[in-house]
């Protein structure tokens, strides 16, 4: 099973794992698509931030450019795109290097991307949201599938170009008709959503991965039926023609994201030195409580208290104040070398800052220390903390 709250090592391609991913090979429709996404976003970078596109068109320059022109303009998106030679990571990574640097960009097609877009708010992470795919995928099924599952959320949604030109399967029947050939990524991205299915067992609350179909005029009628008989599990209301119902698959999408991963949380575990940031939903809560030391949960959460002490046990802990773990918590995710003040510890009134802290020092196993200076303190740095908020 893929583990996408992965503690110990960086997730597969070095891109995270997000609840909506958009498979296609036209470039154009990819900027069209999000652009839909964008005019259903309830607050800037909502939807966009749980959503990663697969490029399967064909590596050269132009390609590049529309690659580095989507990482700039939508600071929030994931991109993996086929590898091409020289790898575009490489040299997308230097040419960020060189822009935070404030170096002057080569004059090249990435390069004169890059300098045209140096003042949008993605130009300067570019590089930390882009990965290639290996080229191996166009030509082998289950490489594809694979691909598909590791950069998918369990209980995510896929959206699928029915006609993906890109990719050359080979089949093991001679006489295979026009059908079966147009319905061969859709049936591949259905295979990889049942692997999702099948593979998640810490949540079994968790809903099926969805699968959705952008669909040409020619094919349209037909699509469903033809994908339900062969084992595809997809419903009619998750078909959309291409040329007509792109705002609608964008407001289904969106929809479905809201209604299943609601909460951003935002996560540091110092064994891997950075901070991330996951769209999460109620499904989620067994596999973060197994991974996690801390999660500070909104009131919402399943008619949870605010605040978790996790390992061993998962307790729910009331009786210590929501403020005073927010404090402590906020602190060690902005890795803040200044620590909470004792008399700063906000508490309900009832109970003193010491008797706070010593709660919650018996309810972790990592628990709060001591800053060096008498009066203050932090969670251990040792400690993997989260702390999770309503998106909307």
């Known amino acids: 099973m893929l583990r996408w709250l992965s503690v110990d090592e960086r997730h597969p391609m070095n891109l995270i794992p997000r609840p909506v991913l958009y498979i296609e090979d036209e470039p154009r429709d990819v900027f069209k698509f999000l652009e839909a996404l964008v005019d259903k976003e309830v607050v800037p970078g909502d939807v966009l931030e749980a959503c990663t596109v697969m490029l399967l068109a064909t590596p050269k320059e132009d390609t590049h450019r529309d690659i580095v022109h989507l990482l700039c303009k939508y600071p929030q998106l994931q991109i993996a795109a086929l590898q091409s030679e020289p790898r575009l990571s490489v040299v997308l990574r230097k040419c960020c290097e060189d822009l935070r640097a404030k170096r002057a960009l080569p004059n090249d097609e990435i390069g004169r991307a890059l300098q045209a877009a140096k003042d949008q708010a993605g130009a300067l992470t570019a590089d930390t949201r882009y990965a290639d795919l290996e080229r191996v995928l166009v030509y082998e099924e289950h490489s594809f599938t694979d691909s598909v599952s590791s950069l998918l959320r369990p209980g995510g949604i896929?959206?699928?170009?029915?006609?993906?030109?890109?990719?050359?399967?080979?089949?093991?029947?001679?006489?295979?008709?026009?059908?079966?050939?147009?319905?061969?990524?859709?049936?591949?991205?259905?295979?990889?959503?049942?692997?999702?299915?099948?593979?998640?067992?810490?949540?079994?609350?968790?809903?099926?991965?969805?699968?959705?179909?952008?669909?040409?005029?020619?094919?349209?009628?037909?699509?469903?039926?033809?994908?339900?008989?062969?084992?595809?599990?997809?419903?009619?209301?998750?078909?959309?023609?291409?040329?007509?119902?792109?705002?609608?698959?964008?407001?289904?999408?969106?929809?479905?994201?809201?209604?299943?991963?609601?909460?951003?949380?935002?996560?540091?575990?110092?064994?891997?030195?950075?901070?991330?940031?996951?769209?999460?939903?109620?499904?989620?809560?067994?596999?973060?409580?197994?991974?996690?030391?801390?999660?500070?949960?909104?009131?919402?959460?399943s008619g949870r208290a605010s605040g978790l002490a996790m390992q061993p046990g998962g307790h729910n802990y009331s009786e210590v104040p929501a403020a005073a773990l927010r404090q402590l918590v906020d602190g060690h995710l902005r890795r803040s070398r200044v620590a909470v003040l004792k008399n700063e510890i906000r508490t309900d009134g009832q109970q003193s800052p010491e008797q706070v802290i010593s709660t919650i020092r018996r309810r972790l196993c990592k628990p709060v220390i001591p800053d060096a200076f008498e009066g203050k303190y932090q969670l251990c740095p040792e400690m993997a903390v989260a702390r999770c908020e309503a998106r909307l």
Request: charged content about 30%.
């Open 158 to 301: 896929v959206v699928c170009d029915l006609l993906l030109r890109t990719l050359k399967f080979p089949t093991d029947r001679e006489n295979e008709d026009e059908s079966e050939k147009l319905l061969r990524a859709a049936v591949a991205a259905g295979v990889a959503c049942s692997q999702q299915n099948a593979s998640d067992p810490i949540s079994p609350r968790q809903q099926p991965a969805q699968l959705s179909v952008l669909s040409g005029m020619r094919e349209f009628l037909s699509v469903g039926v033809e994908l339900r008989d062969r084992n595809v599990k997809i419903e009619d209301d998750m078909i959309f023609l291409k040329l007509r119902h792109v705002g609608k698959a964008a407001t289904t999408v969106a929809q479905l994201l809201r209604m299943r991963f609601p909460w951003r949380m935002t996560v540091r575990q110092p064994k891997k030195g950075e901070i991330e940031q996951h769209r999460v939903g109620d499904a989620d809560i067994p596999f973060i409580e197994s991974c996690l030391d801390l999660i500070l949960w909104p009131c919402v959460a």
